[in-house]
């Protein structure tokens, strides 16, 4: 197939990777891409979220499919525009991708659906923020309303901090007050083509900066696929995907379905093991950022056919996603400073090195061409180490062996990513 992959990080690095690694010769484009994509995929000049350019270069290239990675083009609608024009596309519409777009309406949907979440209080002045705080009590969770590029959201005791962090998104829009949930959280990414779903397999990932889940939160540091230690609470990994699939997944594609925005993508479950049951965080509307990155590595079932069933609707006659047995790690290598204040344009090296250790591989996530000076830093998340191995210590060891071999002035990683299902 020709296939036309949105978006510049790792996830999207993951996903052509996963497309390489089939037995079909696939030509892959990919926009805007970056150092590490342009190695596996044709590069295209196209902004991602400028619908028409996209329908244009698919239409007149023939693309045979378009897989969107990021959130802003979902938001923007490229997905409908693609639709109307014929061409199969794996990303919801806009409508539908407001279940992730706006944090209100997926608490809507959730509370229409049935599906179980935690309270929250929509407020759009300081003063109702104030109320809802007092009413909730500490540990204070505040979430912009609306996309905040993975910075949105704040966890804290310190409620001056939480009243902080209104205060800077209130003038974009509502926010949102919720009650804090305690417990371990699992990411479970779902497959649908607006009618039928089909899950795929859990991972963990590390959202705070610094070892022992200290500092502040990031976009993600590192994650491990599968889930072990969910035998302990439901019998088997597969039970807990049943059950949230059964709660959770199908009572929401078929309520978007029934308020006519039928869901075609990657419905990722933010979720949380409460003393009370699993409970959702949120929802995203696309692959997750770096739990992608483990449960790829681990599919044995061909992606572009997964992904191409959900575009055409004809994910009912396709069989349940397969995945080896295999422990994936993936860790975050970080610019200094990310997330704060990030510092670009260091020269990257030793990636050759990194790639040669058996089992790895990299998701460049913002690297650039320094020219002479090889491969450079162009953001704060710079590149995920991917290891796979028959255990997780073996693929622990060969994650950090790997990331020893890399050189950035100024990096940090974490070094406690899986260590908790290797001890």
Known sequence: MRILVLGSGAREHAIILALRAEAAAHEIFA????AGIARDATIVDL??????AVVEFAGDDNVDLVVIG???PLVAGVADALRERGIPVFGPGKAAAALEGSKAFAKRIMHEAGVPT???TRATSLAEVAAALDG???PHVVKADGLAAGKGVVVTGDRAAALAHAETYLPTGPILVEEFLSGPEVSLFFVSDGDTVLPLSPAQDYKRALDGDAGPNTGGMGAYSPLPWLAETFGSEAEFVEQV???VAEPVIRRLDAEGTPFIGLLYAGLILTDSGVKVIEFNARFGDP??????PRLVTPLSELLMAAASGTLDHHPAPRFAPDCAVTVVLASEGYPESPVTGRALTGTDAAAAVPGV???????GDGGADGLIATGGRVLNVVAVGETFGQARERAYDALGRITLEGAHFRTDIAARVVS
């Open 136 to 138: 909730y009590g500490a």
């Open 361 to 367: 591989h990299l998701a460049h996530a913002a690297t």
């Open 47 to 52: 902004d991602p979220v400028d619908a028409a």
């Open 245 to 247: 699939t059964r709660t």
């Open 291 to 296: 739990e992608t990155q483990v449960v790829l």
């Open 31 to 34: 926009s805007p891409g970056n």
């Open 70 to 72: 990021p959130e802003a």
């Open 118 to 120: 935690g309270r929250a």
